[in-house]
């Protein structure tokens, strides 16, 4: 079973601090998502990255940023955390195989609050 | 710019009922079309995949229907338990060839199944 591990189920920051959510998947899937949700909103794509070292913004990224040195980790990076960014946060993996994907794997996601 | 609806948002039904939830879609242009569930406070379970090419997938008591020229979708879930109730979103990945597997979903319908 594929799996896509959050480092953390709840977080609480200060507005101003620097923030790491790390997401860990053990498929070898290239393909790895940030997305947060919020109600009435739905789920939204803040980044993806497609290979090692590659990163695409996605519909929302003004605020975080993302590192992928190793292939099974993606991290996602909040510069300076404000309260707008109080968010569950969810990570996703895939396989792609040219233009039949395999199933998107999500984490169980990461509660985080600023305060 | 690709739209996916989910009508109803909530949906409260007796044990043992069958019933259908529905997708709809505003570009025919998909590569495919995936089916989650989400208990509260958790990630995204992936049911069931259509790809483009396919007409519907089964799984257990969830089968998924996929009218790509209608830009619709429908879930049927036979003889619904109380264990079923969640919130079911559905996803289809854009045929823009320009998303590598990024998926726009709805925001899901909220099923709740009463013993």
């Known amino acids: 079973d594929v799996k896509v591990t959050q480092s953390s189920r709840y977080l609480v920051k200060r507005t101003g601090e620097k923030v790491f959510l790390e997401c860990v998947q053990d498929?070898?899937?290239?393909?790895m998502f940030w997305y947060r949700q919020d109600p009435g909103l739905g789920l939204r794509l803040i980044y993806f990255?497609?290979?090692?070292?590659?990163?695409e913004k996605g519909d929302i990224p003004e605020g975080y940023s993302v590192s992928r040195e190793k292939k099974e980790r993606f991290s996602l990076i909040l510069e300076s955390a404000s309260t707008n960014q109080t968010s569950m946060y969810l990570c996703?993996?895939?396989?792609?195989?040219?233009?039949?994907?395999?199933?998107?794997?999500f984490g169980n996601g990461t509660r985080l609050t600023v305060t | 710019k690709q739209e996916v609806t989910q009508i109803p948002a909530a949906l409260s039904v007796p044990e043992g009922e069958n019933l259908v939830l529905n997708c709809s879609f505003t570009?025919?242009?998909?590569?495919?079309l995936q089916w989650f569930r989400q208990d509260p406070g958790k990630g995204l379970t992936s049911l069931l995949l259509?790809?483009?090419?396919?007409r519907e997938q089964t799984s257990g008591r969830l089968n998924a229907s996929l009218d790509k020229s209608s830009g619709r979708s429908t879930l049927y879930i036979a003889a619904s338990q109380p264990g079923d109730s969640a919130t079911y979103l559905c996803?289809?990945?854009?045929?823009?060839?320009?998303?590598?597997?990024?998926?726009?979903f709805g925001k899901g319908t909220k099923l709740s199944v009463k013993p």
């Open positions: 498929m070898d899937h290239e393909n």
């Open positions: 570009d025919s242009a998909i590569y495919n």
């Open positions: 996803a289809v990945r854009p045929g823009d060839g320009g998303s590598q597997g990024n998926l726009i």
């Open positions: 259509i790809q483009s090419s396919q």
């Open positions: 996703a993996s895939t396989l792609l195989q040219g233009y039949l994907d395999s199933p998107l794997h």
């Open positions: 990255s497609y290979d090692v070292k590659m990163k």
